[in-house]
């Protein structure tokens, strides 16, 4: 399993963290880490550097490029979920309102996943699975965003006649 340095530094921030006491988790099926501050409080990490005196791992912008990849890669099925829910729910707003949504998929999504990949990343390498490599990681990664947009793509279907 290769790492960048930039993706090591963060991940030893998130080491750091954990040594002084926050925990990383997630809520059951729900597809986002929380980080924990020491006195029980959920901390928000999204486009943040520091949370106090504390540093924060920050953001990926290789997972904000590349976020069927990466997810792909760590085996984050819920991305794909996520990525079909949220697209779903804005073609219905889009159909409804006759409004343009893209750039909250196209921008929105990849901006959140860069947020959260650092610790999904984290919490990857945790459960000692073996990464998927970056060719397949691709391939498959393509396959399942189309798969995951098909029900968006009936419902322009529908509303665009």
Known sequence: MTLSPEMQLRLDKIDALVEKGYLVKTKSDFPIPILISPEGKAVNTYLQSKYGADSLPGFSWIAFFFPFVFATKIRDWKYFWFLGIVVFALSIIESIFNIDLSIVANIGIPLFYGSIYPFQRW??????????????????????????????????????Q
């Not at 391939?139 to 995951?148: E, P």
Request: charged share 10%.
């Open 123 to 160: 919490l990857f390498l945790k459960s000692n699975k073996e990464e998927i490599g970056t060719f397949v990681s691709v391939m498959l990664g393509i396959l399942l965003s189309l798969v995951a947009l098909i029900p968006s793509l009936i419902m322009y279907g529908i509303f665009s």
